[in-house]
């Protein structure tokens, strides 16, 4: 519990560090994906 809740910390932290490019760049590997 104490891992995953670290883990989420982590993710918000990186999120909020790199900023939207960070997220585009998920969303466009993510469409990549589907096709």
Do not use: P
């Not at 519990?1 to 909020?16: A, D, E, G, Q, R």
Request: with cysteine.
């Amino acid at each position: 519990m104490l891992k995953c809740n670290y883990l989420k910390c982590f993710i918000s932290v990186t999120i909020s560090t790199y900023g939207d490019s960070f997220y585009e760049l998920f969303l466009y590997r993510k469409s990549i994906w589907a096709l």
